[in-house]
């Protein structure tokens, strides 16, 4: 059974950083996809940033050269680094594992989930 869990969400200014990471559980290699997604009130998740296995990284373009998505195969841990936060990212983030490696951005095609992280950022 495979485990994630996220941490590093807390409250920050708007300008400023965080850094998230995700934990992996229950696989001993790194042959999978993974993506961070975002839940703010009311609205639906949606994608953030993908680390897809032989396509590098992918962004959503409300994010695009501001996060950065990177991995740590050796520590089985993913990151997501932050910056130039707005007021509007802020949500509870996800972390999320696609174990078949379709390089798509939607929910439906992410088989496990963590618990999800609150990221606030203030004006």
């Known amino acids: 059974q495979v485990q994630l869990v996220e941490s590093g969400g807390g409250l920050v200014q708007a300008g400023g950083s965080l850094r998230l990471s995700c934990v992996v559980s229950?696989?001993?290699?790194?042959?999978?996809?993974m993506g961070w997604f975002r839940q703010a009130p009311g609205k639906e998740r949606e994608f953030v940033a993908a680390?897809?296995?032989?396509?590098?990284?992918y962004y959503a373009d409300s994010v695009k050269g501001r996060f950065t998505i990177a991995r740590d195969n050796a520590k089985n841990t993913m990151y997501l680094q932050m910056n130039s936060l707005k007021p509007e990212d802020t949500a509870i983030y996800y972390c999320?594992?696609?174990?078949?490696?379709?390089?798509?951005?939607?929910?439906?095609?992410?088989?496990?989930w963590g618990q999800g992280t609150q990221v606030t950022v203030s004006s």
């Open positions: 680390s897809w296995i032989g396509r590098s990284t």
């Open positions: 999320a594992a696609d174990l078949f490696n379709r390089l798509r951005t939607e929910v439906q095609f992410y088989d496990y």
């Open positions: 229950g696989r001993t290699d790194s042959q999978y996809s």
